[in-house]
């Protein structure tokens, strides 16, 4: 009779057995397979030793050795290998003797009278596959009872109607979010669990009968009777024979999931929302400069003498349509700064000619209002800054155009420049209204606009938005100073450390 088979791939037994002659004849016996190789120690020390210098597949274990006796040797062995399977041998087969080996972790225990060649190799290969089983069903056991999901599983029997189908398994988390204990559900029909609409359940009824696998949303009914839509996953547990012997329920609030989709929405909203003012602004922006560019003509005579009162009007209409093409400009500034703040062309600048640039610009822009001063307090010499000079530009504008339009007759506006060791700040101080300390937080706010009214528009408020971001992508600060009914200073500051890297 030939022996029977074995793995292809090398087989490691570790015998531990003081009797000599049982020793030897579990070698005999081995020894006609030549892909297992058997290892012997006499002690459970020397046992141990083994474990300690190599690895093995199986261990062969006599309980009573001359260093240790009874379970406390299977305890010891299991702790030192706690993922081998242990086949212990005994010389009494006693029920309550194997229940205790199996209840300290041997997968199988041997009389030693009845060892045979056949039944030592059979007794060892279920060992080892029991062990993987084993194995595999504790992770599957941990998955399940730490998984976020709560889950329940419920018999499948088709002398039952559904509604009869009790649970057998519920976990921690299904707890937690069903309020139901232990002992308060299991042995419990599954259907009050759920409240499907009619369709649902005729859904629900086709696919367990074929088998098949549902995911879909429905009403959970929780012990304190409240209903949560959670979003429920079944699919059934199929025996060896293609038998469904159970289902699976696993589901989880879908707040969370609705949420996120409503929050998607509305990112969405917000980005077509501000597509549609983009292209509009953009649009809007031709008209404009062509509305700047006649009244420059007609101002300028080319078309005929203008009396005082046509000059006047004129004047008044140019001023206004500078300033729309400036709102105009900031709504396109704040998306262009929204979209990437990496745009900036950061090189060494000059700012004496730049603010005498925009001082200029701003007293032509006042022309209409003639009585108003400009001033321009700065060092003889003022270090050059590593910024973009077109976004410098846009910020002193901004400023200087809040000044002027919020400054009283006779009014002086103020530019002044102040040269710090490690930056250089620029400061536009005017004699306005001022504006109150608890709206301050706000002046930075997209689209908020101060004054008597204090509230959000929709076409005003950009100015100070816009140069923040820039100034905040040049690494720099901007801040407003303001007393109510008296004056209002706004500075930025330009580090200076980006010099000495260009």
Request: aromatic content about 4%.
């Amino acid at each position: 009779m030939s022996p029977p088979s074995t793995p292809d791939a090398e087989t490691r037994i570790l015998l531990v057995e003081d009797d000599l002659a049982f020793t030897a004849l579990i070698l005999a016996y081995l020894s006609e397979f030549p892909n297992i190789k058997l290892d012997s120690a006499s002690t459970l020390t020397a046992g141990l030793d083994h474990l300690r210098r190599d690895d093995y597949d199986a261990i062969l274990l006599d309980l009573n050795l001359s260093d240790s006796r009874g379970v406390v040797t299977l305890k010891t062995m299991r702790e030192h290998a706690p993922r081998v399977p242990i086949v212990v041998l005994t010389s009494t087969d006693e029920d309550d003797l194997a229940i205790q080996l199996l209840q300290n972790g041997a997968e199988e225990y041997v009389v030693k009278s009845s060892v045979r060649l056949n039944k030592l190799v059979r007794v060892i290969k279920v060992a080892i596959e029991r062990k993987r089983v084993t194995e595999r069903l504790g992770l599957l056991e941990s998955v399940v009872l730490n998984t976020n999901d709560a889950v329940v599983i419920a018999e499948h029997n088709k002398g039952l109607p559904k509604e009869g189908r009790k649970i057998v398994f519920i976990n921690e988390t299904f707890t937690k979010l069903s309020q139901y204990q232990f002992d308060e559900i299991v042995g419990k029909p599954i259907a009050p669990l759920f409240a499907p609409s009619s369709e649902q359940s005729a859904m629900l009824d086709a696919n367990a009968e074929q088998g098949s696998t549902v995911q879909t949303e429905v009403p959970h009914i929780r012990k304190d009777g409240t209903q949560l839509d959670v979003d429920l996953s079944m699919f059934p547990v199929i025996d060896e024979s293609g038998t469904i012997t159970h289902w699976v329920f696993m589901f989880r609030d879908a707040t969370e999931r609705k949420d996120s989709e409503e929050t998607q929405r509305q990112i969405l909203l917000m980005k077509q929302r501000e597509d549609f003012a983009a292209v509009l602004a953009h649009d809007l922006k031709t008209p404009v400069i062509g509305t700047n560019r006649l009244l420059g003509i007609l101002l300028s005579d080319t078309l005929g003498p203008l009396t005082k009162e046509q000059r006047d009007l004129l004047l008044l209409m140019q001023k206004d349509s500078e300033h729309s093409l400036q709102k105009i400009q900031n709504v396109l500034e704040v998306f262009r700064f929204n979209v990437s703040k990496n745009e900036l062309k950061l090189v060494p600048i000059d700012l004496v000619p730049i603010i005498n640039d925009c001082i200029a610009q701003q007293k032509a822009r006042a022309t209409a209002r003639g009585d108003l001063q400009f001033k321009v307090d700065s060092p003889e010499s003022v270090p050059n800054v590593v910024a973009d000079e077109a976004a410098v530009r846009k910020i002193l504008t901004n400023i200087l155009d809040n000044a002027t339009e919020f400054s009283p007759t006779n009014a002086t506006i103020t530019l002044k420049v102040t040269d710090a060791r490690d930056s250089v700040s620029i400061s536009v101080h005017d004699h306005g209204p001022g504006i109150a300390k608890d709206l301050q937080p706000f002046l930075f706010d997209r689209v908020w606009q101060g004054g008597p009214k204090t509230q959000y528009t929709a076409s005003t408020g950009l100015g100070l938005y816009v140069c923040k971001q820039l100034i905040k992508a040049h690494d720099g600060t901007i801040e407003c100073v303001s007393e109510t009914g008296n004056n209002s200073s706004c500075t930025i500051i330009i580090t200076l450390k980006k010099r000495s890297d260009a």
